[in-house]
């Protein structure tokens, strides 16, 4: 079983003449990336350079002046408030961000995370553990949308809930007090993409700006904001690369003790922090918690003002993640063995897989065999799954679908989860086969490079920095500019790298050369053509107290 290493390189189509015009106030460079963005006019050029140019108005949700008329008379009458939250890194984040901001207002405040055998979303034990504590209002973050029996329980014991949500709304909606979503059908909000936190924030904005008339107070919990954002790869465009922005330099004069410890045991410069930095050393420890051990723990770790305590955690969570981390490798390689590559959508089930890690295990065979994947954990009476998608099968959609046949389900296009008793897991499979035999082509199921465009090497600016900085902060929907270069001369070839399986290179076209690295590539180090097409990204190499371009290879072939 071997992964297709023949990729397809998709490059964007180039610029009509008359979106130039629009856009002629940049760089031919430039107005290509941002025409490959879908920023086709000057305005919308505008609004993505001048980041504060996407702020809007929290009042633009619908029902958020009636949630934070609510939330005010419960922190009058001093009711017990409930905010709960989901046990990833974007609830863990959302939960610490409303709670200490109701706090901060003057509320009786409990956060709630269930742990994740409790599965997705809402659910009955949790409502009759927070009815015992004498909760009255039950403030959902980065969830609920989808628990509409659940949270008619709690209402029906008396409870008030509000949800607040960021997720695709099933056909049913919950009947509650009041819903802030801006995906339900009614919500006016300008921007569809924010995540869980970014609405946590946005009713933070709300009550701040109700009680003293200025949205500004929010900001204090940029820092939670942006790691959620950036940890649910939500598309860095419109509001949310606002919040990333300003949350960035949050954190990195973040004076939360927890946050700080997290951001020193996992070895990064709390000064220099990133999106990658986040997406790929912070995001990973706070979901890791809620993966293999409890996501209290994560979430104690961003409210905690105890320094021995955030040192523990945070230690704490760096051993979980090196667990996660060989769990992951253990059961991904598990997986390949017992499944079908031939499938549209490829899927295994197993009773020894951990039901915390079955999401990363379908995130790497997505990656691997680049079609659907669905990865469960077989209980006693149920399966939990996880499934990753590619940009051509929807799988939320599909699970929608196949609902008679699920317990509860929910996701976005491209990732989703569900439970299902064992009893129709096969009959769901088949199903969800039949589906992607309708809406899939075989032809597509082949790894697909995105090009910004075909550019000389010999022709790159000099200065080319100044404008890839622009593009910051980089992620989903807004990644970095990826170029392809043709007819280069492979000056020198080397493999690096504790197993020799990275390519280090040195790349001359006419009077420009470059250094560059190529990750997971090696093999072509024993028969290196003397010309090749490679396809880059550009990023900074620093060597001795200097700063030189380095291009990071995404692919390369041989030129004819």
């Known amino acids: 079983m071997q992964m297709a290493t023949e990729k397809e390189w998709v490059i964007a189509p180039k610029v009509p003449e008359e979106i130039k015009g629009e856009l002629s106030g940049v760089s031919d460079i430039m107005q290509q990336i941002l025409y490959n963005r879908g920023i086709m006019d000057s305005i919308s050029a505008a609004h993505f350079f001048d980041k504060e140019a996407n702020a809007h108005d929290p009042f633009l949700l619908k029902d958020m002046d009636k949630s934070v008329e609510r939330i005010f008379l419960a922190i009058d009458a001093q009711e017990r408030i409930a905010v709960f939250g989901d046990y990833d890194a974007d609830g863990i984040t959302s939960t ?10 003057g509320a009786h405040v409990t956060p709630y995370i269930p742990e994740r055998e409790a599965g997705y979303g809402v659910n009955t034990n949790a409502i009759d553990f927070l009815h015992d504590q004498e909760i009255s209002l039950i403030i959902t973050v980065d969830c609920g949308i989808r628990s509409p029996e659940e949270l008619r329980y ?17 056909e049913i909606i919950p009947d509650v007090h009041s819903i802030i979503c801006p995906r339900v059908k009614e919500d006016q909000y300008p921007d569809k993409n924010l995540s869980g936190v970014g609405i946590a924030y946005k009713l933070a904005q709300a009550l701040f700006q109700r009680k003293s008339g200025s949205i500004e107070f929010a900001d204090e919990w940029l820092d939670l904001a942006a790691i959620g954002t950036v940890a649910d790869v939500v598309p860095l465009l419109g509001e949310n690369r606002l919040i990333v922005a300003k949350g960035l330099t949050a954190i990195r004069f973040s004076k939360r003790i927890g946050l700080k410890s997290l951001i020193s045991v996992a070895g990064f410069d709390q000064r220099k922090i990133n999106t990658v930095d986040i997406g790929f050393g912070i995001a ?13 723990k994560a979430l104690n770790l961003l409210l905690t003002r105890d320094l021995n305590e955030a040192g523990l955690l945070s230690q704490e969570l760096d051993d979980i ?12 390689e598990s997986a390949q063995k017992d499944l079908d590559e031939n499938k549209l959508i490829i899927h295994v089930f197993d009773t020894q897989f951990t039901s915390g890690l079955v999401g990363l295990v379908s995130a790497k065979l997505t990656e691997y065999f680049y079609r659907p994947s ?18 051509e099968f929807h799988i939320t959609n599909a699970l929608d679908k196949c609902e008679h046949l ?29 589906i992607a035999e309708t809406e899939l082509d075989p032809k597509d199921l082949r790894p697909k490079i995105n090009i910004d465009m075909e550019y000389p090497l010999h022709k790159l600016p000099l200065d080319i920095f100044n404008e ?16 392809v270069s043709r007819g280069v001369e492979v000056r020198n070839a080397r493999t690096v790298g504790k197993d020799e399986n990275h390519l280090k290179l040195r790349l001359r076209d006419r009077h420009a050369e470059y250094d560059a690295i190529a990750f997971n590539q090696g093999y072509w180090a024993k028969a290196m053509p003397t010309r090749i097409d490679v396809v880059y990204s550009i990023e900074r190499n620093h060597y001795n107290g200097n700063i030189y371009k380095q291009l990071r290879v995404k692919d390369l072939k041989p030129s004819f």
């Open 321 to 332: 993640n090196r667990k996660r981390q060989k769990i992951t490798q253990n059961m991904q």
């Open 284 to 296: 990973p420890r706070l979901n890791a918690a809620g993966r293999l051990d409890s996501p209290k």
């Open 406 to 434: 699920l317990v509860r389900h929910g996701g976005h296009a491209m990732a989703a989860g569900f439970t299902v008793t064992n009893e129709n897991l096969e009959k769901l499979v088949q199903e969800l086969e039949l």
């Open 96 to 105: 610490a961000l409303l709670s200490e901001v109701l706090h901060t207002l």
């Open 374 to 391: 669905i990865v469960g954990y077989i209980g006693e009476a149920y399966t939990r799954a996880s499934c990753r998608s590619i940009p």
């Open 154 to 170: 709690a209402q029906d014991l008396g409870m008030t809930v509000i949800v607040t949500d960021h997720h695709v709304p099933a």
């Open 468 to 483: 890839l900085d622009k593009l910051e902060p980089l992620g989903a929907d807004n990644s970095e500019a990826v170029f």
